[in-house]
């Protein structure tokens, strides 16, 4: 009987109905999210304008010298604030790792199958992640950045990397 109700009234909105076995109620409802980005924003504005911006600690006493993708507010090391500095374009890296995505989950936008892919860059003391754009991903492979500035999403998906040929 409740999957008959479920049924009935799918699609209906606002439609209430009620009797010994359940009470249904169907609200559709369109959920407005505020996110910041915080410190990281710089990050995310520079995708939009085909840019990659990397994290660098500029305190003398810190171990670690080199950039940090993704980007770091705050060293890891050392607790200071980091500096934001440009990737030097045109920006090539080295496939380091990667998956075949062939079953994605839930709220992945990008069509399937697709490689995600692990890239190291020069002068970047992490791996950067991202998705392969065409062909078969292999371990090191060359690959470029590039970007979504037509219509961003404002997300990590604004940054996607092509194979060099």
């Known amino acids: 009987m409740l999957e008959e109700l479920k049924t009935?009234?799918?699609g209906t909105p606002l439609e209430i109905m009620e009797d010994d076995v359940?009470?249904?109620?169907y609200t559709p409802r369109s959920v407005v999210h505020r996110h910041t980005y915080g410190k990281l924003s710089p990050f995310f504005r520079a995708l939009k304008k085909g840019k990659l911006m990397a994290t660098?600690?500029?305190n003398p006493e810190c171990p670690e010298k080199r950039m940090w993708l993704p980007p770091r507010a705050d060293c890891p090391d050392c607790n200071q604030p980091m500096d934001w500095v440009e990737m030097p374009q045109p920006i090539i890296g080295t496939i380091h790792t990667f998956a075949e995505i062939v079953y994605p989950g839930a709220g992945i936008e990008l069509e399937t199958p697709y490689y995600q892919i692990d890239v190291e860059l020069p002068g970047v003391c992490t791996i950067f992640k991202g998705y392969l754009t065409s062909g078969t991903a292999?371990?090191?492979?060359?690959?470029k950045a590039g970007f979504n500035t037509k219509n961003p999403s404002n997300t990590i998906l604004d940054i996607y990397w092509d194979p060099v040929k």
């Open 138 to 143: 292999k371990i090191g492979m060359k690959v």
């Open 8 to 10: 009935k009234y799918v």
């Open 22 to 25: 359940a009470m249904v109620v």
């Open 56 to 58: 660098k600690c500029v």
